[in-house]
């Protein structure tokens, strides 16, 4: 996680939900990980960090990188250079639902070539496209 200042989740998001449209561009979201805290930090970390972040239309996304962008892809920044670093590749993208309830929307995919640290944003999967996948694979209706 690139966090201008890092925080201690207390290790307590439980994901309570699953999405039930796709994610737009330039909604609020918020991704969890183990991952370095910067392009030269060792890594992973012992505790859990977050750091909320905005969602990118794809075509804003594509700017970065290119056709490579599908439609089951979404990218998201935070302030200056936040997002997510080596190490944070699997974890959730969630948003809040209401009282602390989550919903996961995507997980993260990959950082950018230029390293963490770069004002480029960060990808991720969506989880809308996978939906039957996912209610099939764990038995949920």
């Known amino acids: 996680m690139s966090l201008i200042s890092a925080y201690n ?4 998001w439980y994901v309570s939900y699953l999405p039930t449209q796709e994610l737009e561009a330039g909604e609020n979201a918020v991704v969890l990980g183990w991952g370095q805290l910067g392009d030269d930090a060792p890594g992973p970390e012992n505790d859990l960090h977050y750091v909320e972040l905005a969602t990118l ?7 970065f990188y290119g056709n490579q962008i599908t439609d089951e892809m979404i990218c998201a920044e935070g302030n200056y250079n936040e997002g997510t670093c080596i190490g944070d590749t699997g974890g959730p993208l969630v948003q809040d639902v209401r009282f602390g309830q989550m919903m996961q929307v ?5 950082v950018s070539g230029n390293g963490c640290e770069s004002t480029e944003p960060s990808g991720f999967t969506r989880i809308y ?10 038995n949920r209706n």
């Open 106 to 110: 995507g997980v993260a995919t990959f």
């Open 9 to 12: 989740t207390g290790y307590r």
């Open 129 to 138: 496209p996978h939906l039957d996948w996912i209610k099939n694979i764990t």
């Open 57 to 63: 239309s794809n075509p804003e996304c594509r700017i």
